[in-house]
Every structure is written in structure tokens, then in C-alpha cells.
């Protein structure tokens, strides 16, 4: 992972995305992607780049204390010379409230409350924690705070996000149907789509052909690796017919040749006004690591130029287009 974070900063991705998992991955399961703790593994990942951005998508909020959050979170802002974005949800996962021992009605109420409760922590005034009135240090470098990126699949969250003057993440599990439902809420609350990644698998072959030889196998054990969670029983995520292998590929995942793959990102910008395509590339570990490294080179080196050169025509200006890349996951921007 830390070699793959350098490697991807060469080839010109702009920041990379950490999930914070709980309970999957083991010395038993060659395939899939391993739990590491998210705030160690991005300390590891500043430390070994420079210019990467690092964020997290998304932080369980409700598992994490909020006073050590937001020392550890500042922490991280100082130490990288501000390349932290801050990506939380409630973390609403039944078995992982019940491992941390987190009452499920709680959930809401304990987001709402930690994350009012982080953001006056690194405000520049002492805060009342009991009877006495402390400041939590450091502050972080980016003022007032790092940028604040919401996970959700509901319209309310999404609606609320923009309301609070935070963007949101489109997860790239999530369906179009549902992508597009978000995106409306999100807007119409008055959130800007240039500004909030949005999630989508993505793999970049020499052509389209070769795209579906190669990819095709982690297509069936991904989808295989969903289904048995049941990802389908979560409201507003995906449908089971969405994870049907066929679907799944014409659907869920951007992949072909540079040019193809170019298409459907400037079609998802005319579209939605996508400006921040996050490309979960790794598709959750399960590619190997060769066809991962080909397809980072192809999309940096091939695919991103087409981008830019069809947001320049669109504009009329210069169009750059920032990359970023994580541990399942690599994104792209567009704005």
C-alpha cells in the first residue's frame, strides 16, 4: 500500500481515500482487502509522499471518541503540512456497534453530537468539558478545519451536508438509480457537485476487449464476495439484480480502453457535473496487483489527457484534471 501511495503521486493522483473497515480480511483470506487502522495507516502514507492528499472515507464517527478525533485528525493536518481531508458517516454497521458497544438508537445522536463537538474542538476558543475549560491541541494547519466530507445514502443526510456547508461522498458501491438521487437532494439543498466525490469502480485496459478478459474474474469473485454480505438488504445502496456479474460490469464499473473510459467520465460531468471522479480501482483487493498498476498507469498517462482535453472543449479554459488513490480505492478529479 505505501509503495503503491508513492507511486501513484508520481503519476500525478492528487489524494487518496482510507476506509476505516472493522472485521475483514485474515491470514485465512487470500483475496480481498485487509482492515488496518485508517488514522496509523494515513500517518504512514503522509510520512512516505509529499504533495498526496490524504482522506478518509469514510471515518464510523460514532466509534471514535471525539476529543482524541480531533487531536488525532489535527495531528495528522500539522504533520502533512495540511493534506487531510476529513471523511466521516455515522457508522450505522450492526455488528460493528455491537462489537464497540454502541447502542443502535444512539447513533444518530452521538454524529450530530462529536461532530459539533470536534469542530469547537479545533476552534481557537477553550471548551467546556465538564467544569473546566480546556483547549484541545494541536489545531489543525487548514483553517478553520479540514475539509469536511460526509458518507451517506440517505436524501436527508445528503440535504443536511449541504445545508452545513459540507460536501458529501458518493461511495462507489452505490448505484446510479441511487447515485443520481443523492445527487439531487444534495444540489437541490444547495451542495456543488464539483465538489464532492463521486464513486464509481474504474478499470483502464489497452482496449475494451482486453478490458473485460482481464477484469472479468475479479468481476465474478467481487460480486460473489457482495452478494454473500447481503449488501442488497441495505436500503438506498444497491439492488441484488445490480450484483449479478453481468449488470455489474455494464453498470457499476467504467472500464475499457482510454478512450472509452474518457467518455464515460465526461459523460457523468455533462450529466451530473461531476468534478471529482473517485475511481475505486483496487475493486475492494480482489485485482491483482499487475492489472491494478496497469490500469493506475493507463488512466493517469492515457485517460486523464482525453478528460482534460473534453473538459477544455466544453469551457473554453485550460482544464486540469487531479488524480488520488487509496487502498481499494483511486479517484480522479475533473473540474
Not at 74 to 93: C, E, K, P, Q
Not at 214 to 230: D, N, Q, S, V
Not at 275 to 283: E, I, K, P, T
Request: proline letters at 5%.
Amino acid at each position: 500500500m505505501l509503495e503503491l501511495a508513492e507511486k501513484v503521486e508520481a503519476l500525478g493522483f492528487d489524494a487518496i481515500w482510507i476506509n476505516e473497515e472493522h472485521f475483514q480480511g485474515s491470514i485465512i483470506e487470500v483475496e480481498g482487502r485487509r482492515c488496518h487502522s485508517p488514522i496509523a495507516l494515513a500517518a504512514a502514507v503522509l510520512a512516505r509522499t509529499r504533495r498526496l492528499r490524504v482522506g478518509f472515507s469514510v471515518l464510523l464517527l460514532a466509534l471514535h471518541h471525539p476529543i482524541r478525533l480531533a487531536e488525532e485528525i489535527a495531528t495528522l493536518d500539522v504533520l502533512s503540512n495540511g493534506r487531510v481531508d476529513f471523511g466521516i458517516s455515522r457508522g450505522g454497521n450492526g455488528r460493528y456497534l455491537d462489537a464497540y458497544g454502541i447502542p443502535a438508537d444512539r447513533v444518530n445522536d452521538l454524529f450530530r453530537d462529536n461532530l459539533a463537538l470536534i469542530l469547537k474542538a479545533w476552534g481557537e476558543e477553550k471548551i467546556m468539558i465538564g467544569e473546566s475549560a480546556l483547549s484541545v491541541e494541536p489545531k489543525p494547519l487548514q483553517r478553520p478545519h479540514p475539509p469536511i466530507f460526509m458518507g451517506t445514502y440517505t436524501d436527508e443526510t445528503a440535504a443536511w451536508a449541504a445545508r452545513e456547508g459540507h460536501a458529501i461522498i458518493f461511495h462507489g458501491i452505490t448505484s446510479m438509480a441511487n447515485q443520481r438521487r443523492l445527487m439531487k437532494a444534495y444540489v437541490e439543498a444547495g451542495g456543488d457537485p464539483a465538489c464532492a466525490p463521486f464513486g464509481r469502480f474504474v478499470y483502464v485496459s489497452e482496449t475494451d476487449e482486453s478490458a473485460r478478459k482481464e477484469l472479468w474474474p475479479t468481476i465474478e469473485k467481487l460480486t460473489a464476495r457482495l452478494r454473500g454480505f447481503g449488501l442488497f438488504n441495505r436500503k438506498g445502496v444497491v439492488a441484488e439484480a445490480d450484483l449479478e456479474p453481468e449488470n455489474f460490469y455494464r453498470d457499476m464499473v467504467i472500464v475499457g480502453s482510454p478512450q472509452t473510459c474518457a467518455r464515460a467520465m465526461l459523460a457523468l460531468h455533462d450529466e451530473l457535473g461531476i468534478a471529482y471522479l473517485n475511481a475505486l480501482s483496487a475493486f475492494f483487493g480482489f485485482l491483482p496487483l499487475p492489472l491494478l498498476e496497469k490500469s493506475l498507469e493507463l488512466l493517469a498517462r492515457e485517460a486523464r489527457p482525453l478528460v482534460e482535453a473534453g473538459l477544455q472543449s466544453r469551457s473554453g479554459a485550460k482544464a486540469t484534471t487531479p488524480f488520488a488513490s487509496s487502498a481499494t480505492s483511486v479517484s480522479i478529479g475533473a473540474p
